[in-house]
């Protein structure tokens, strides 16, 4: 997990992630790719602004595989012979099928995946709430509740 958020980077840990990394440090992606020995093979952007697409992106081993799934928006300069050089493949997905769904599904039945944390606020709380997603402040989901106090 590339996490800039210290709380979250832990509460990754928690989640079961294998390894987290601050890609906010000095030449993150250089020492993951040296570390892993190339690069990942495939990296998954759940952000999509200018600065994790370029992490992700330079965080590639050659035939790597970008796959863009966050909106946040922006855009990226990217040097172009590195594309056939690396025989590197940049994507979006904004959904998946029928059948991914179903699967996904299944796994969450089968308890093989530890529940998302969800937190309830009262409706009234809104304010306080846009301003802690706003700040990245949030771990999980919220949900705003009318009637709860």
């Known amino acids: 997990v590339a996490e800039t958020n210290e709380t979250k980077r832990n509460a990754a840990i928690k989640a079961g992630a294998d390894a987290v990394i601050n890609p906010a440090e000095k030449d993150a992606s250089r020492n993951l790719s040296k570390r892993l020995g190339g690069g990942f093979p495939v990296v998954i952007d759940f952000v999509g602004s200018e600065e994790t697409v370029k992490f992700g992106f330079d965080s590639l081993r050659a035939s790597g595989q970008l796959i863009i799934v966050g909106l946040y928006g922006g855009s990226i300069k990217l040097s172009t012979p590195i594309f056939p050089l690396k025989n590197i493949t940049v994507s979006g997905s904004y959904v998946g099928s029928l059948s991914e769904m179903t699967e996904l599904m299944a796994l969450v039945k ?38 709860m106090r």
Do not use: H, T, W
């Not at 530890?114 to 009234?124: D, G, K, Q, V, Y």
């Not at 301003?131 to 009637?147: F, N, Q, Y």
């Open 110 to 147: 089968s308890n093989s995946i530890m529940p998302m944390p969800i937190i309830e606020r009262p409706l009234n709380y809104i304010n306080d709430a846009l301003a802690d997603l706003a700040r990245g402040d949030v771990i999980g989901r919220m949900v705003l509740k009318p009637g």
